[in-house]
C-alpha cells in the first residue's frame, strides 16, 4: 500500500510563537478529529525545524521535512544546510525542486539529482516537486516536459533508492494562483507520471511510489483530488498556515 501524506509547505512565513502556536493547533485537531492513517508532514522554515520537531514528538502521524537542502556534503557554502544536518536533528524529509527554488534560484534537473543523491545518502526522503508552467501546459508536450523532470533527477537511482522518494506534482500555474487543476487534469499527469517510472522500474515499483498533488489546494478541493486513483495526497501550501483548513485536507485525505 502506498502512503496517504499530506505535507504542509509553510515557505517563508511565521515568526516563531506564530509557528509554535500553529504546530500546537494542528496536533490537537488531528489527535481530536483526524480518523485516517495519513502520514502529516509539515515544512517549516529550517529556523524553527528543532522547535516544531518538539511539539510533534508525541503524534505518530507527524513528521517533518525541511523545504531545501544543499546539494554539497559540507564545506565553504556559507549560509546553506546540508542534508547530513538535517538528518542530525532528526529530519525525516525534504523538499527538493520545488517551482520556487528552479525559478528564484535557477536550480536544474542535475543540481537536483545531486540534492536527491546528497539526501538518501544521509537518510532523508526527498518530496521531490515537478511541474509544468501555464505557458507550457499551452503550447508544449507538457506530459513529456514533466516526464523529463522525473528522467533527469530521479531515473539514475537504484530501485531501493526510488522507493524512499516522494514525488510532487505541482502545475506551477495553479500555486498561489487560486487556480487549481481538475481532479482529471491531476490525475491525467499522475496516471502519466506512475507509468513513466513504471517504463523504467516496472509496475511494482511504480505502484508502491506516493504521488502528491500541489497547487492551491484547499479543503474544498481536497476530496476530490484524492478520490483520484493516483493521488495520494497533497503538497498545500497557504491553506496549511491556517489549523482548521489543514485539518480540514487531512481528513479529506
Known amino acids: 500500500m502506498r502512503k496517504k501524506i499530506v505535507a504542509g509547505n509553510w515557505k517563508m512565513n511565521k515568526v516563531l510563537d506564530e509557528a509554535v502556536a500553529l504546530t500546537s493547533e494542528l496536533v490537537n485537531m488531528a489527535k481530536d478529529e483526524v480518523q485516517n492513517d495519513a502520514k502529516i508532514i509539515l515544512c517549516p522554515p529550517a529556523i524553527y525545524l528543532t522547535t516544531i520537531k518538539k511539539y510533534i514528538e508525541d503524534a505518530p502521524n507527524f513528521s517533518l521535512a525541511a523545504q531545501n537542502c544543499s546539494d554539497k556534503v559540507s564545506g ?106 481538475s481532479a482529471l487534469q491531476a490525475q491525467e499527469m499522475h496516471a502519466a507520471l506512475r507509468e513513466h517510472i513504471a517504463s523504467k522500474y516496472g509496475a511494482s515499483v511504480a505502484e508502491e511510489i506516493s504521488i502528491l498533488y500541489g497547487g492551491s489546494v484547499t479543503a474544498a478541493s481536497a476530496a476530490e483530488l484524492f478520490a483520484s486513483p493516483d493521488i495520494d495526497g497533497g503538497l498545500v501550501g497557504g491553506a496549511s498556515l491556517k489549523s482548521r483548513e489543514f485539518t480540514n485536507i487531512v481528513k479529506a485525505r
Open 76 to 181: 565553504a557554502f556559507t549560509g546553506e544546510i546540508s542534508a547530513q544536518m538535517l538528518q542530525s536533528i532528526g529530519v525525516e524529509y525534504v523538499l527538493i525542486g520545488h517551482s520556487e527554488r528552479r525559478q528564484y534560484f535557477n536550480e536544474s534537473n542535475a543540481v537536483l539529482a545531486e540534492k536527491v543523491n546528497t539526501a538518501l545518502a544521509n537518510g532523508v526522503s526527498p518530496i521531490f516537486c515537478c511541474g509544468e508552467s501555464l505557458q507550457q501546459r499551452q503550447n508544449e508536450d507538457y506530459v513529456g516536459f514533466v516526464k523529463n523532470q522525473l528522467t533527469e533527477s530521479l531515473f539514475h537511482l537504484s530501485e531501493e533508492q526510488l522507493l524512499s522518494v516522494v514525488i510532487a506534482y505541482e502545475p506551477i500555474w495553479a500555486i498561489g494562483t487560486g487556480l487549481t487543476a
